[in-house]
């Protein structure tokens, strides 16, 4: 019997399952613009010197950021 799952089949009904953090932001930069995504975010690390490295540090120690982020990448996803 085969006990492996694929990821799909896991958690179906999460669409942010499997997603990496980086590839999300990296997404929004390249969607809005560090400047249009501290404005709408109201991040103001994104806009005060913004980089990959040190915007991704912020996300996965402020989970209210992480939300936000994660939330307006799944509005782009589904326009």
Do not use: C
């Not at 999460?14 to 969607?31: R, S």
């Not at 996965?60 to 992480?66: F, H, L, Q």
């Not at 982020?69 to 996803?77: N, P």
């Amino acid at each position: 019997m085969n006990d492996d799952k694929s990821i799909g089949s896991q958690q179906p009904n999460n669409p942010m399952h499997g997603v990496k953090l980086i590839d999300i932001l990296e997404g929004l930069v390249a969607y809005y613009g560090w400047d249009e995504l501290g404005e709408i975010t109201n991040i103001r690390s994104f806009t005060n010197k913004p980089t990959i490295k040190s915007s991704l540090k912020l996300l996965r120690k402020t989970p209210w950021a992480r939300a936000k982020v994660e939330e307006l990448y799944m509005e782009i996803l589904n326009k």
